[in-house]
């Protein structure tokens, strides 16, 4: 049986946590003095941003045990929240009259729609890519929660919700761009600066807004209210009969979680230069899964990095379309495997090494060993 | 005299059977009622109704002057009622001192909750309470490590933290030993007077030792009260019991 | 009046295909609690194993069915065995396992069969028309109905009047006590899974002359099928007959109202609103504990 990670045990852990977590993203930063192509930078910004999101699905999957299969709604929305302001910032070059954008030209629309005309300001466009995505999963949990609706049927609500906004934003084309998405964007400007996705500066933006969430996640896994919704994701009645508001807690981890995942779309969308329907479809939702599934889905750090070994594995194998299929056919294999066998996944199985270690270098518990085990997963069925 | 907690004419049916049928308890404050009878004659359904986890179909709860029946379960444990499950309910991964954490709940909102460190403010009355159930050893332990006994101590260490104006016990001794049975009888004892206590036992050993006022269950209904000796010598209740365990052998 | 009984046939036409692809997966939600996502890959295989049967041993396919029933089942019972079993206490983690085997299956599929889409021909001898009530059937649709309510009243009866019926039954009841009177828990299990898959696989036989064959064909069809076994309720063979004929005949006239993308949306959103409100489905009961 794996030992449960997300347990905190102790302040000298906690210091280690924060060590490591530190260590990481310091070392996220020292990649550009080692790597002088601007391409591959652009492809570690890429995959920095998917650890991201995988990052804040395992806040909602490991820590409150919301399986939220349609964490890529929060990451589209996100991305498209951008990439209109961008779209608006092209006017010279893709222009029609009033400076509508291209594709509404082409799909005869004679005016800028309503919902279009406040991104012309990015800081409106940025506020939006968080605050859409906050607000579609408040009315989300509002919904789901309230009515007690729990488990599998989470996952099914969630992949719904994504599998309806997809295939909107595919058919209301003439105001999304629908299945092109939205392309030749502006680069981003902010405070005069400008991020060119192929250069330095786009990376450490990435690399600075990742941190910055991941050290806020850590926090509030740390909070009163990380225990409470750790509580609630082992037993959710017996949170509720202590006078808490299970589903205030759900919602609260859904909204942090869409925060950092509409965050993450819009920085993915200043880096690929485009937004399109696939942002939001199943298989990236499904991807972003098996990501924080595979590195460790009780551990932030864990998760961001099984998304950026993953995700960076596939991109250095995605040149022939052939070796992709296989590819896909063993990541589902790996999938499986770690489902089954590797509940906590690489983190789970790293920090259980370590406690082990920890244990035999001290051994001050001799009880460890004998303790009893009950309700082990799956094992005692004759 | 008004009572504290005033269950008045409640019923509730399951799937067209009715588990509970016009059941009326009156406890006063500050005292420790056993609720017994046999299998099925509906005392887990009553501490259910109480604390919320199952609706009445008719009748009120009324819990220091406040009517408990249409409130949602946080809300009811706001007011003041904790419980304790049949099956030990504690967050198994999470090790025993974050379990005690969870259940010291002077702040529920989400909003303070989140301002507030996981390891917080429990500190040494964490630790005391941690020692009085035998767990000290076990803190850093996750709950799901633990004996089917030492779940048992940990849950009613839970309600001690929650520190609950009303308490509902749902068979607290099961699977616990002689000595143990005698320390939660003790421990039941300590918190008379101060907190109103509810108390679902089958174990006549232990409902002597804490029980000053009995109240028998059948089949919904209330069918006596009164004190141990009272309440067995009751002709109905013999009846009741008669060819299951008999009232007194325990 | 002509146009009704149109719409009527159209709709039972479709009610009964719902029905074949969901038959399988409300067998396996419903008595194991297990939400297969891969089901739609198991309609896959079917479909490809008659389009396999006739293009390696050049067997019809009506003789192929029998095979492809055989052979999906037989995959199902060794998924079961080698993954889902270790599942069965972690409900979540069976979706993902599940869907972890979809994807695999679609890759395999793409890598083997190759990704183009195929086609399978449809019995001559169900090629023609029938009349009925005044209204031309194709002849095929007919077939399927009646091989559906054929199929349902098998299932029907294995359920409830064969003793693996009853021994199935028991240890959905009480998995503890059933095994304690010697029901061996596992197999009921195990064979139980690979009857839902096998009927599966008939399901993507029969619907292959229909439609295309292709990889990614599943996902269609199991999004419906899994509405119709919410809207039914668990554990309810006859509601799933009618939440398939009531969804047969929605679907018919959402798509002469609606276009195709909103008909799916709105089917969507209406399986939503349902498991936010009757997750237990149209039929269930208020349960002590």
Redo the contacts between chains.
Sequence with gaps: ?T??I??????GEARLQFALYAAVCLAIFLVPLAVGDDFLLNRYARYLVLGMVAMALSLSWGYAGI?NLGQALSFGLGSYCMAMALKLGTVPVHTGSDGLPDFMVWNNVETLPWFWVPFHSTAFAILAGIAVPVLVACVLGW??FR?R?T???V???TL??L??AN??I??RQPYTGGFNGITDLAQLSLFGFTFDAYSKSTYYLVAACLTVSLFACLA?T???????L??I???E??????????A??KM?ALAVSAAVAGLAGMLYTVVMEFASPTFLDVSLS?SI??WC?VGGRQSLLGAMLGAILIAGMQGALSESE?FL??W??V???I??TV??VL?NGLAGLVSAGAHRLAAMLASR?P?RGE?????K??ED?? | MSAHLQLSDIRVSFNGFLAVNGLNLSISKGELRCLIGPNGAGKTTALDLICGKTRADSGSVRYAGRELSHMEEHLIARAGVGRKFQVPSVFRQLSVRDNLEVAMCRHTGVFATLLRPARGRGGEGLETLAEFVGLADALEEPAANLSHGQTQWLEIALLLAQDSELILLDEPTAGMTQQETVKTADICNRLKGKHTIVVVEHDMGFVREIGDVISVMHQGQLLAEGTVREVSQHEKVREVYLGSMGIGGA | MDFFIQQLMTGLSIGSILLLVALGLAIIYGSMGVINMAHGEFVMLGAYGAWAMNAYFGLGLLASLAFVFVGVGAFGFAVERGVIRFLYRRPLDTILATWGIGVMLQQAVRLFAGGELRYVEMPSLLSGTVSVFGVIVPGYRVFIFLFVAALFLVTWFLMFRTSFGTRLRAVVQDRQTAMCFGVNADRVYSLTFAYGAGLAGLAGALVAPLKSVSPEMGGAYVVDAFFVVVLGGVQSLFGTVASAALLGQMSGSLAYLANDTIAKALVLLAIIVLIRFRPQGLFATKVRS
């Design positions: 049986m030992r449960p997300s347990a905190l045990r102790g302040a399986l919904f789901i009515g609706v488990g599998v049927f996952a099914i609500i719904a919700t599998v309806v295939l909107l595919i058919d509030l740390r909070s009163k209210a990380g225990l409470i750790q509580a994701r082992d037993d009645r017996r949170v509720r009969f202590f006078g808490y508001d299970v205030a807690y609260l499904l899964v098996i599934a052939a299929d296989t896909m056919l990541m589902g294999a999938f499986v489902v089954l509940p518990d009880r303790t009893v085990h009950l309700g997963p799956a069925r004759p």
